[in-house]
């Protein structure tokens, strides 16, 4: 299986659950590999406490300009509908952070002026920990997009972990990052919280997913700080509520020292049971 724990909005709780839901499974035997997609802002590795075992560049293809037989009949430009090509009368410049790597100025170049060639966004590691791996992706400072590295995560994940359990931990949001973390998932797993903000984001997360036309289910945390209108949503939506974790201070501590929740507080090690026991009845 591949679940997506997503949201409509940061802060939620994400990667407290994806951290802890994945040690909790791997301790019970499942096979499962976590994998952190927010690569603009990874930090479930601040949880997960492994020693490196794999470290790769990734790269997107970009065009580079080659001025030899160019002509400057600006297809390249018409073409690209990302506005990544300026083609002037003597020269054609490239924007790399606007480019999408679809291909069509170099494949529709008369000349073949417009090489695709790779170029460093970011990189992919991997952590071993005693019972699971743990795969990062990290978006170099200044990349503008995300999203053709949380491609290269996923990829990676599907050809080195097949057969296993695995969990995305996605951005925030619902923009072209969470979308590209959830459309080639089984589950997504959408958390909230119960405040007007955590319903209106909610809402924006569930019409996304059905665009995608994905199975959802709904973790209310920090349970007890709002109303209910969470609950009344999902009942009028028929959208399962997974489990509720109760606000807590204890916590938001353990949380603050990077630490692993389920094996401290034992009302946060029922939700998580809550959620593995889910997962077992939609395989």
Not at 16 to 41: C, I, M, Q, R, W
Not at 84 to 94: F, P
Not at 235 to 264: F, H, M, W
């Amino acid at each position: 299986m591949k679940i997506t724990i997503a949201s409509g909005k940061g802060g939620t709780g994400k990667t407290t659950v994806s951290s802890n839901l994945t040690a909790y499974l791997a301790e019970h035997g499942k096979s499962v590999v976590l994998t952190d997609l927010d690569v603009e802002e990874p930090n479930s590795g601040l949880f997960i406490h492994g020693k490196i075992k794999y470290d790769q560049i990734a790269n997107k293809m970009v065009p580079h300009w080659d001025s030899t037989d160019c002509t400057y009949c600006g297809d390249c430009a018409n073409v690209c509908n990302f506005n990544a090509i300026v083609a002037l009368s003597d020269e054609i410049i490239i924007h790399p952070e606007l480019c999408h790597s679809c291909y069509a100025c170099s494949e529709l170049c008369p000349t073949n002026s417009l090489p695709m060639m790779p170029e460093r966004i970011g990189e992919i590691k991997v952590f071993e920990t005693e019972n699971f791996d743990f795969v990062e992706g990290r978006l170099d400072i200044g990349q503008e997009m995300a999203v053709p590295l949380i491609g290269q995560n996923i990829d990676y994940v599907d050809e080195n972990y097949d057969g296993y359990i695995k969990l995305l931990d996605a951005p925030p949001g619902t923009s072209c990052p969470v979308i590209e973390a959830s459309r080639e998932s089984d589950f997504v797993i959408l958390i909230t919280e119960p405040t007007p903000f955590g319903l209106n984001d909610l809402k924006l997360a569930v019409e996304t997913m059905k665009v995608l036309d994905k199975k959802i289910g709904v973790i209310i945390n920090r349970y007890g700080i709002g109303n209910n209108s969470i609950e009344e949503y999902c009942k009028d939506e028929n959208i399962p509520i997974i489990t509720k974790i109760n606000n807590d201070k204890a916590v938001a501590q353990c949380y603050s020292r990077g630490e692993l929740i389920y094996t401290q507080i034992e009302h946060f090690k029922n939700s998580i049971e809550e959620i593995a026991k889910f997962l077992e009845g939609i395989r």
